[in-house]
């Protein structure tokens, strides 16, 4: 599994993007797949995740403005974000079952 992301980078304070993560390796089945965030200086922190059920959960700091959608089963994955916050700069990785991991996309929110 090689999960890859993309659609990062620079937009102004209420912007929005969309960030896409699909398995450029071998297709494995997933059960869960999600978005984490890392700031510089910080801990990487979850943003929102995705059950091969449908099942979503988001930070508190995502809920209204974030979308996240997708199909573990698929391996791909998709993270709508609107209303952004500089506060939401950092690196945003995608990650299935708790160990796979991306390579991160950078997303720059300027004030």
């Known amino acids: 599994v090689q999960l890859q992301a993309s659609g990062g980078g620079l937009v102004q304070t209420g912007g929005s993007l969309k960030l896409s993560c699909a398995n450029t390796g071998s297709p494995r089945r997933i059960t869960v797949m999600g978005w984490y965030r890392q700031a510089p200086g910080t801990q990487r922190e979850m943003v929102a995740q995705?059950?091969?059920?449908?099942?979503?959960i988001y930070a508190n700091s995502a809920k209204g403005r974030f979308t996240i959608s997708g199909d573990p089963t698929k391996n791909i994955l998709y993270l709508q974000m609107d209303s952004l916050k500089p506060e939401d700069t950092g690196l945003y990785y995608c990650?299935?079952?708790?160990?796979?991991w991306g390579q991160g996309t950078e997303v720059t929110v300027s004030s």
């Open positions: 995705l059950t091969d059920g449908g099942s979503r």
């Open positions: 990650m299935g079952d708790f160990k796979f």
